[in-house]
């Protein structure tokens, strides 16, 4: 039974930074590379940045530069820096195995709302 549950959303004003976290149980996490996906309102989820086993990243485009992932495997942890907020990052962020996303482990997200 894996089960991944993120944390740290929360409404932030345009510029603002916000560190996301996702926590995993089972023995997944160190193994894969996972990544941190986000659903905006109306769009298809998409990834935003994911990190190997080994801590090699990649970036979206809309997020370069201000977004930094990183994971301490010995705490089956992973995270998200998010700095310079846009409110066009507004979405419910998940985490999951990436690039392709295991079904099963979708948990509930983490909401994150940038507004003034």
């Known amino acids: 039974q894996v089960t991944l549950v993120e944390s740290g959303g929360g409404l932030v004003q345009p510029g603002g930074s916000l560190r996301l976290s996702c926590a995993a149980s089972?023995?997944?996490?160190?193994?894969?590379?996972m990544g941190w996906y986000c659903q905006a309102p109306g769009k298809q989820r998409e990834l935003v940045a994911r990190?190997?086993?080994?801590?090699?990243?990649y970036y979206a485009d809309s997020v370069k530069g201000r977004f930094s992932i990183s994971r301490d495997n010995a705490k089956n942890t992973m995270y998200l820096q998010m700095n310079s907020l846009k409110p066009e990052d507004a979405a419910v962020y998940y985490c999951?195995?990436?690039?392709?996303?295991?079904?099963?482990?979708w948990g509930q997200g983490t909401q994150v709302t940038v507004s003034s």
């Open positions: 089972g023995s997944i996490f160190s193994a894969y590379t």
């Open positions: 999951n195995t990436a690039p392709v996303p295991i079904e099963r482990y």
């Open positions: 990190i190997t086993a080994g801590g090699s990243t």
